[in-house]
């Protein structure tokens, strides 16, 4: 069973930086895809980023520019470093796994970003 545990949230001022991390059980991590979501209340989920095992990234054209997803393969961790926020990416933030017929979600970290 793969376990998925995010940390790093918290609350931030307007064009301040947060770095999240996703720390990922298991021997196979650099094989994964993962992907950071979020949610906003009375929204959908929406896709941030996302890395893949040959470390090929995209973003949501929201963060682009502000935003960077990496991974450390040798600490079956991945990262999403958040830069010049702004209160609109205030959201619950999820990571995900996903490898072949796997599809783990962690149990998201609040990020609020507010004078």
């Known amino acids: 069973q793969v376990q998925v545990v995010e940390s790093g949230g918290g609350l931030v001022q307007p064009g301040g930086s947060l770095r999240l991390s996703c720390s990922v059980s298991g021997s196979i991590f650099s094989l994964y895809a993962m992907s950071w979501y979020r949610q906003a209340p009375g929204k959908q989920r929406e896709l941030v980023a996302l890395?893949?095992?040959?470390?090929?990234?995209n973003y949501l054209d929201s963060v682009k520019g502000r935003f960077t997803i990496s991974r450390d393969n040798a600490k079956n961790t991945v990262y999403l470093q958040m830069n010049s926020l702004k209160p609109e990416d205030t959201a619950v933030y999820y990571c995900n796994v996903k490898w072949v017929s796997l599809d783990v979600w962690g149990q998201g970290t609040q990020v609020t970003v507010s004078s």
């Open positions: 890395i893949t095992s040959g470390d090929v990234t």
